[in-house]
T-cell receptor, first 114, second 113 residues
């Protein structure tokens, strides 16, 4: 079974600065997908960024980028120029090709200080 | 395009009762998945339905069941409610294909008293 671990329960960043959230996973599969989801107080999960395991290039979406290290099974999220609206729970998630089942990490609560 | 709609948003039930939660996926999405979110266990996968068939199932007791209708709308049912079933239940809909994004609803907050 796949497992996803987020070792930082809480992180704090100053507005306009950069923060990195960590995620490691364990799988024996070679073809899979990794995601970062954001869950604000409204509770609605929003996709931040996705990475396909067979692509070596790290995904980027505006201020969000990942550092995907397949051999180390590591998938960290970097948020640049942090904004107050980035404050939320962030979940790392794993998905293989056998359907749409997501395995989530425990989450990291990100606080942004003005 | 309307998003994923979950009803009701909030529910309070008594131990031993049963409950049915509803999820209407985004138009054209045929895959619907359900997740339970609790402070202690985090986000856990319940089951996935595709074309009215259960495609994947998580590690939950048989009290948790679901179904999907021909219009892709899905329901999940929990029978003989326990206090530990209190949680946020999230539904997600997806297209079918490689790396497709899961779109989540706002969830149903179930409280069992």
């Amino acid at each position: 079974a796949q497992t996803v671990t987020q070792s930082q329960p809480e992180m704090s960043v100053q507005e306009a600065e950069t923060v990195t959230l960590s995620c490691t996973y364990d799988t024996s599969e070679s073809d899979y997908y990794l995601f970062w989801y954001k869950q604000p107080p409204s509770r609605q999960m929003i996709l931040v960024i996705r990475q396909e395991a067979y692509k070596q290039q790290n995904a980027t979406e505006n201020r969000f980028s990942v550092n995907f290290q397949k051999a180390a099974k590591s998938f960290s999220l970097k948020i640049s120029d942090s904004q107050l609206g980035d404050a939320a729970m962030y979940f790392c998630a794993y998905r293989n090709n056998a359907g749409n089942m997501l395995t989530f990490g425990g989450g990291t609560r990100l606080m942004v200080k003005p | 395009k309307a998003g994923v709609t979950q009803t009701p948003r909030y529910l309070i039930k008594t131990r031993g009762q049963q409950v049915t939660l509803s999820c209407s996926p985004i138009s054209g999405h045929r895959s619907v998945s359900w997740y339970q979110q609790t402070p202690g266990q985090g986000l856990q996968f319940l089951f996935e339905y595709f074309s009215e068939t259960q495609r994947n199932k998580g590690n939950f007791p048989g009290r948790f069941s679901g179904r999907q209708f021909s219009n892709s709308r899905s329901e999940m049912n929990v029978s003989t409610l326990e206090l530990g079933d209190s949680a946020l239940y999230l539904c997600a809909s997806s297209l079918v294909g490689r790396g497709t994004e899961a779109f989540f609803g706002q969830g149903t907050r179930l409280t069992v008293v």
